[in-house]
């Protein structure tokens, strides 16, 4: 029988538990903070392409993303419990660009880890 090698039995047993948790933490934080949007497309023959607005308040929108001529779009990298207000525009190959949409709001879910991934933290602490 060979002797117990401890150094064997981490890179064994410790670090693919641990690769396996952090890449718990890593999926469920990805995708905790993201909202898909989607409207309808405009009846104007020039569409170019569309924009989406939002922000932290309603009307007062700070982050402006062209998403070109797609009619849904995810958007990732949301504040947990944070409330967030969108609205759409769409543009013409002149550069001419309607004013906003309908404004839509959106409270960001928080973060929920795996029951067992809690007691585990629980137990570290």
Same mark, same amino acid.
């Given at each position: ?28 934080? #990805? ?6 949007? #989607? ?54 190959? #002149? ?31």
């Amino acid at each position: 029988m060979k002797p117990f090698q401890p150094i064997n039995w981490i890179w064994r047993v410790v670090l693919p538990g641990a690769v396996c948790i952090l890449g718990v933490i890593i999926a469920s934080n #990805a995708f905790a903070s993201q909202v898909t949007l #989607a409207w309808d497309p405009s009846t104007e023959s020039d569409v170019a392409g569309y924009r989406i607005h939002y922000g932290t308040a309603s009307g007062s929108y700070s982050v402006h993303i062209d998403v070109h001529k797609v009619t849904v779009c995810t958007l990732t990298g949301l504040e947990a419990e944070q409330t967030y207000y969108f609205a759409a525009s769409v543009y013409d190959s #002149a550069g001419n660009e309607s004013g906003y949409s309908n404004e839509v709001g959106y409270t960001v879910p928080a973060l929920k880890t795996l029951p067992w991934l809690q007691l585990l933290l629980q137990e570290d602490e």
